[in-house]
C-alpha cells in the first residue's frame, strides 16, 4: 500500500474479514500524504449485522486501524440484521465518525427490501409536533416518490417522503407550493423537481420575457394580465439592484426565478432544512 501511495493512489478499499486492517491503518498513518487526501473504506461483516453489534464492530475496526475517522463504511453482504446495523450506521454518520455509508453486493430485490420497509413505516407514521398525520378521517396522507437509477455500474435509489395533507389555509397541501408562489409554480412537484432540475411551466417563457422588458424600460407591470400575476413579486425584488437595464434585466429575472423555485421545494418538503426539521427526520429514522 506504501507503493501504492507513492504511485499516486488514494482511495483504497478493505473489511474486517479481510484480516488486513491493521495493516492499512499504518500505511495511511505512516504516509506523507495528509490524511484528507486519502480515501478510506471499510466493510462491516455478516456475523456483525444488528445494532450494537455494528457499533461495536466499527469500533474495532477504527481501533485496529488506529484512525479518528472512515471515509465510507459497507454492509459487505446482504444477510443478518441488515437493518438494525444501518440504523447504527446512521449513528455513526451523524455522529462524524463516518462521512458515508453504504451497502455492497446488494442485488436489486434487496435494495427493493430496504425500500419497502421505509415505506411500509412511513405509510403508518405520524409525528404532531411535526404537522405529520398518516391519515385523517380515514384518508391516507403518506406516501414515497422513488427514484432508480444506476450510475457508475451500482444501483442507487433515492426515497422521496410525501405527505398530500391539507387545510382550510392551504387547500392544495400544506406541503405544496404555497399561493404566494403559484405565478411561478402552482403545480405539484413531482421527480425531475426532487432531483434538483427546475421544470417550470411553458408559458413562463413568454410572461417572464415581458416582465424583463417592463423592468428594463419602465413599463407599467400591471397593466397586462401576462404581466400583472407577476406585479408583486417583481416589485418586491427590483428595489434590490441599482439599476435594471436591457442589458441585464433578463439575468436578472433569471435569478429571481430560481430563487421562487428554491421556496418552492421548500414548501414541498415534509422535513425542513432547519435544526429542529433535522431532528424531526432522525427522530422517524430512528423507528424504521
Not at 493512489?9 to 491503518?25: I, P, S
Not at 506523507?32 to 474495532?60: H, M, N, Q
Amino acid at each position: 500500500m506504501g507503493n501504492a501511495l507513492e504511485a499516486g493512489y488514494r482511495l483504497f478499499d478493505t473489511a474486517a474479514v479481510y484480516g488486513n486492517e491493521e495493516a492499512v491503518g499504518s500505511a495511511v498513518r505512516s504516509s506523507y500524504v495528509p490524511r484528507k487526501e486519502i480515501f478510506l473504506t471499510t466493510k462491516l461483516w455478516v456475523r456483525d449485522a444488528g445494532y450494537d453489534s455494528t457499533l461495536k464492530a466499527f469500533e474495532a475496526s477504527l481501533k485496529r486501524m488506529k484512525l479518528e475517522y472512515l471515509d465510507l463504511y459497507l454492509i459487505h453482504q446482504p444477510f443478518g440484521d441488515i437493518y438494525g446495523a444501518w440504523r447504527a450506521m446512521e449513528r455513526l454518520y451523524r455522529e462524524g465518525a463516518v462521512r458515508a455509508i453504504g451497502v455492497s453486493n446488494f442485488t436489486p430485490e434487496r435494495l427493493v427490501d430496504l425500500a419497502d420497509k421505509i415505506l411500509l413505516s412511513w405509510r403508518g407514521y405520524t409525528d404532531e409536533d411535526a404537522f405529520i398525520y398518516a391519515e385523517t378521517d380515514g384518508e391516507p396522507h403518506n406516501t414515497i416518490t422513488p427514484i432508480a437509477r444506476m450510475r457508475d455500474g451500482k444501483y442507487e435509489l433515492d426515497l422521496v417522503l410525501r405527505n398530500n395533507i391539507t387545510t382550510e389555509e392551504y387547500p392544495l397541501g400544506v406541503y405544496h407550493p404555497h399561493q404566494e408562489l403559484h405565478h411561478i409554480k402552482k403545480e405539484n412537484i413531482g421527480l425531475i423537481e426532487v432531483m434538483g432540475l427546475a421544470v417550470l411551466p411553458a408559458r413562463l417563457k413568454e410572461e417572464l420575457a415581458q416582465v424583463a422588458d417592463c423592468l428594463a424600460n419602465g413599463g407599467d407591470l400591471r397593466a397586462q394580465e401576462t404581466t400583472a400575476k407577476h406585479a408583486d413579486w417583481a416589485e418586491g425584488f427590483k428595489t434590490k439592484y441599482e439599476s435594471i437595464t436591457k442589458d441585464n434585466a433578463w439575468d436578472i429575472v433569471q435569478y429571481e426565478t430560481g430563487l421562487v423555485f428554491a421556496k418552492v421545494l421548500e414548501h414541498a418538503g415534509v422535513y425542513k432544512r432547519t435544526a429542529e426539521g433535522k431532528e424531526q427526520f432522525l427522530k422517524f429514522i430512528a423507528q424504521v
